[in-house]
C-alpha cells in the first residue's frame, strides 16, 4: 500500500488519526506500506511503524496554516510510486497533494482508493471565501473522478458527493478505541476541580476554529447548575475565551488525559455542522456520555435520537439549547442515553473497520484488473 495523505504527524486531527489507525491494520496483517505526506516546520517522523515515511515540500494556506499545500510534480510521485510498486494507492482527503499522486497512479495503472474526508467547499464557504464553493466542488469531484473507487465517511456525505456527480462512491466510516475511551476513565477529583458546587459539566472537544461553531456554545450560558468546559485548541482560542468568559479552557490533550478529560464531563456537545463524520462524537459514546450536534453530516450516523443522545436543527440555537437542557434537567435520562451509547459504540473497532477498507481495496485491484482485461 501508498498511503498518500494530505495531513501527518505532527499534525493531530481526523485525517492523521485514520491514517495512522490504518498503517497499524496494515502492519498487523503482515502487509507493506509507505506513507507520503507534506513537510512540516515541526517535523515529519521517517518512519511509522517500520513503514517508510516520505514529504514533499509544501506551504501553509493563508487561511487554514494546519493545512500545507504540497508542492511537487506528478513526475516526482511517479518516480516513487514505481520505486514502491504499491498493489493500490490509498489517497487520504486528497486535495492537492492527493491529486497530484491519483494523476501519477493513472499514468502507472495503478488501482487507487481516494477517501473524502474533509468538507472543503463548505470549509471555502465558513473562511469567507463563498465565491469559490461551486469551483471548490468541481475540483474535488475531477480530483476524484481519477480515482478508482471513492469513500465516504458518512450516508450523509455520499450523499453530497453524489448530488455533485462524484462516481463510484461508497461508505467507509471510523473505528473508536473503546478500551482507550470508557467510562472507567472517568476521574470524579476533576469533575469536582470544574464543578465544585455539583454542576452538571457541559462539554467540548475539537479543534477550536471557524468551523467547528464552537461559539454557538454561549446560547448555553443561562441553564442553570452548569459548567462549560472546552477541550483543546487552535486559532480561535482567544476570540472564543472572550465569547464564552465562564468556561474553562484545558487547552489541547493527548494520551491518557485525553480520554480522563472527556470521560470527566456529563454531557458532550458538538456544534460542528461540517462534519464528514464526527470522529470525537464517537469518542464521547465511548465514555458513556450523552452526545448533542446537529442534524447534519457525519453525526447522523453516530447519535441516535432519543437513545444515545439528540439531533438538533442546524442552525437552530434553540433546540440546541433545548436538547442540552433536558439531559442537564435529567440525571436519568442522561444515565440511560449514555449507558445505550456506550453499547453501540463497541463493535464498532478499528479492526473491524480496517478489514472492510482492505475489502474495498481489493474491490479497486479487481475493477481495475478486469478493465485492463477489457482495454486488451
Not at 73 to 86: G, M
Not at 93 to 100: H, I, K, N, Q, W
Not at 210 to 235: C, F, H, M, N, Y
Request: a neutral charge; aromatic letters at 6%.
Amino acid at each position: 500500500m501508498a498511503i498518500v495523505t494530505e495531513s501527518f504527524l505532527p499534525q493531530i486531527n481526523g485525517v492523521a488519526n485514520s491514517v495512522l489507525r490504518v498503517l497499524e491494520s496494515l502492519k498487523a496483517g503482515g502487509h507493506e506500506a509507505m506513507v507520503l505526506a507534506p513537510d512540516d516546520p515541526k517535523g515529519v517522523p521517517s518512519h511509522y511503524l517500520g513503514f517508510p515515511v516520505h514529504t514533499v515540500g509544501s506551504l501553509p494556506l493563508p487561511w487554514y496554516t494546519d493545512f500545507r499545500v504540497a508542492t511537487v510534480t506528478v513526475a516526482t510521485l511517479e518516480r516513487k510510486l514505481a520505486e514502491f510498486a504499491p498493489d493500490v494507492v490509498h489517497a487520504a482527503a486528497p486535495v492537492l497533494l492527493g491529486r497530484t499522486a491519483l494523476i501519477a497512479a493513472g499514468r502507472l495503472g495503478l488501482p487507487s482508493v481516494a477517501l473524502y474526508q474533509t468538507d472543503v467547499p463548505s470549509y471555502a464557504v465558513r473562511y469567507g471565501y463563498g465565491l469559490a464553493e461551486s469551483a471548490v466542488w468541481r475540483h474535488m469531484r475531477r480530483v476524484h473522478e481519477m480515482a478508482t473507487l471513492t469513500l465516504a465517511p458518512s450516508s450523509f456525505t455520499m450523499g453530497q458527493l453524489l448530488d455533485h456527480g462524484f462516481p463510484r462512491v461508497g461508505v467507509w466510516g471510523r473505528g473508536v478505541d473503546a478500551m482507550r475511551f470508557q467510562p472507567a476513565r472517568r476521574d470524579e477529583h476533576l469533575h469536582a476541580t470544574w464543578a465544585p458546587h455539583g454542576q452538571c459539566v457541559i462539554g467540548y472537544l475539537g479543534r477550536l476554529g471557524a468551523e467547528k461553531r464552537v461559539s454557538d456554545l454561549a446560547v448555553l450560558d443561562d441553564i442553570p447548575g452548569t459548567q462549560l468546559v472546552v477541550i483543546g485548541d487552535g486559532p480561535q482560542r482567544d476570540e472564543l475565551r472572550e465569547q464564552l468568559p465562564h468556561a474553562i479552557f484545558t487547552g489541547a490533550k493527548t494520551g491518557d488525559e485525553l480520554p480522563r478529560h472527556l470521560a470527566s464531563v456529563d454531557v458532550f456537545v458538538h456544534p460542528g455542522e461540517l462534519e464528514t463524520f464526527g470522529q470525537t462524537l464517537q469518542e464521547a459514546s465511548a465514555c458513556a456520555l450523552p452526545v448533542v450536534a446537529p442534524r447534519r453530516g457525519g453525526p447522523i450516523d453516530i447519535v441516535q435520537e432519543g437513545r444515545t443522545g439528540h439531533l438538533y436543527t442546524p442552525g437552530d440555537m434553540t433546540d440546541l439549547h433545548d436538547s442540552v437542557a433536558r439531559l442537564v434537567a435529567d440525571p436519568v435520562l442522561r444515565h440511560r442515553l449514555g449507558q445505550s451509547a456506550r453499547l453501540t459504540m463497541e463493535p464498532r473497532t478499528w479492526p473491524k473497520l480496517c478489514s472492510q477498507l482492505h475489502g474495498y481495496y481489493l474491490q479497486a485491484l479487481s475493477m481495475t484488473r478486469r478493465s485492463a482485461v477489457v482495454a486488451a
